[in-house]
């Protein structure tokens, strides 16, 4: 029985050590606020000028629009200077205690909008970036919608409801995750990524 019982010790502590050491495999960050008001509305300032037009059927999600902001669109240098300015690094280092995270500028930013009849299944973001540590970051900027973001904490669920000016980060690979089907409203965010090369 002894014998059991620092087995069971053993396991639990070894538990405890993979969750610290790989915290993002098994977890989230989600922080509201995390630009200031004008900065925040610089950003979306420029997300209100993309129409649905100008969007594409997003094949990761069920009726979900997308717009890529690619190299060439006289767009994307200006967000990304809004976006990824010293103090936004500064501040997603610290929340992810990780002193070197860079903006990955060779994945494109995504304009995502989910509305009636939008939503993702449970998935673990894909890792895109060999030999390189990725953190998948989505900045939601409107929600008026009646989905939630449902985060896999294996024994239950969080379930979120995005903020405007909030930021969720995962880990490639990391904790699964879904969003539910939209039946009103409309939420629109932006996903980019922040990677930390493997030494």
């Not at 915290?23 to 950003?43: A, G, H």
């Not at 969720?168 to 904790?175: D, E, L, W």
């Amino acid at each position: 029985m002894e014998k059991y019982n620092y087995f069971i010790i053993l396991i639990i502590i070894l538990i405890v050590y993979e969750y610290n050491v790989n915290f993002f495999n098994y977890s989230y960050i989600y922080e509201k606020n995390i630009y200031t008001n004008k900065e925040f509305n610089n950003i979306l300032s420029i997300c209100n000028t993309i129409s649905t037009d100008n969007m594409i059927l997003d094949i990761k999600a069920t009726n979900r629009l997308m717009y890529l902001f690619k190299e060439d669109d006289e767009k994307t240098e200006l967000l990304q200077s809004l976006l990824f300015n010293k103090k936004f690094i500064k501040k997603i280092r610290k929340l992810t205690g990780n002193y070197d995270l860079y903006p990955c500028l060779k994945v494109p930013i995504e304009y995502r909008k989910y509305s009636r009849g939008s939503y993702m299944n449970w998935h673990s973001d894909t890792k895109i970036l060999k030999n390189q540590y990725q953190y998948e970051c989505v900045l939601t900027l409107t929600n008026n919608s009646d989905s939630l973001t449902l985060m896999d904490n294996m024994l239950y669920n969080d379930e979120i409801s995005t903020e405007p000016n909030s930021l969720m980060i995962v880990r490639a690979h990391g904790i699964r995750h879904m969003v539910t089907e939209t039946q009103n409203g409309e939420r629109t965010i932006l996903k980019f990524v922040f990677y930390e090369k493997i030494k």
